[in-house]
């Protein structure tokens, strides 16, 4: 091949590479930062629209640098924060803390909601970091995280609930729903996390899927998968 067909054939396999396989990553790159200019016109990056936005994505962004945890994407964060806002959110509850990345998400609609996040996670460590990383954001305020099994502290959780976020030990989704569908309000959402990978507990799986008092569906399936379930009214 001459050299000039060889270097045209190279250059455009790369520029086709770094505008596809790359940009189309549904969560881009997560040690070199987000690369906006690279991301295709639907993957668009959070644009702060105030100070106290620009702080907790700020605080988002630092704690993506660091170890993962198996923390949601930036896209199933994002998601978290539009069905909280756009329901009004009063209260949030999660089961599966880490380092609060998905708490930050949910700050981010209930300091406009008026909301609380109640969320529950066994590690100590993890606890601590979410602690700092909440001050960091500056929204401690609008979080409690209670440290210890939610399968036994959620007992102590008073409803109603607008949003229950299942993020934790996956065999006990169907336990925290038992527990907690009671006092979900009618019409709030169970947003249940890793529907694809790993494996869901089909018995968690039957239960949204196959009970009319619920509506399901399923998200952005081309990540770690997301449930919406509504109990409906
Ligand atoms: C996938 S991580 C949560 C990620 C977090 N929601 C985020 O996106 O930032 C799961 C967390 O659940 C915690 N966990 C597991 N079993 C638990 C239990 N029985 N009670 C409370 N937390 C638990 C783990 O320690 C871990 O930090």
Redesign the pocket.
């Known amino acids: 091949m001459p050299r000039l067909t060889f270097a045209v054939c190279v250059l455009t396999a790369l520029t086709l590479f770094s505008t596809t396989a790359w940009a189309q990553r549904p969560d881009g790159p997560r040690r070199s930062g987000p690369r906006p200019e690279a991301r295709t016109p639907i993957e668009n990056v959070p644009l702060p629209k105030d100070e106290e936005e620009k702080k907790i994505l700020d605080a988002l962004q630092q704690s993506r640098q660091g170890p993962r945890?198996?923390?949601?994407s930036e896209a199933?964060?994002r998601l978290l924060r539009l069905l909280a806002e756009t329901t009004g959110a009063k209260l949030v509850v999660?089961?599966?803390?880490?380092?609060?990345?998905?708490?930050?998400?949910f700050a981010l609609a209930l300091r406009k909601t008026g909301g609380k996040l109640i969320?529950?996670?066994?590690?100590p460590g993890?606890a601590a970091v979410?602690t700092e990383n909440f001050k960091k954001a500056g929204v401690e305020g609008l979080i409690t995280i209670v440290q210890?099994?939610?399968?036994e502290?959620v007992k102590d959780v008073a409803g109603p609930i607008d949003i229950l976020?299942l993020?934790?030990?996956k065999s006990?989704y169907l336990d925290y729903l038992e527990k907690l569908v009671p006092i979900l309000r009618p019409g709030g959402l169970i947003i249940a996390?890793?529907m694809v990978r790993p494996n869901p507990d089909p018995r968690f799986l039957e239960a949204i899927t196959k009970n009319p008092d619920f509506e399901t569906s399923f998200l952005l399936m081309e990540g770690s998968g997301v449930g919406v379930t509504m109990k409906k009214r």
């Not at 945890?69 to 949601?72: D, E, G, I, S």
């Open positions: 945890y198996a923390n949601v199933d964060g999660e089961i599966g803390t880490s380092t609060g990345e998905s708490g930050l998400w969320t529950h996670e066994i590690d993890r979410a210890g099994d939610a399968h502290k976020f993020d934790a030990d006990g996390h890793n």
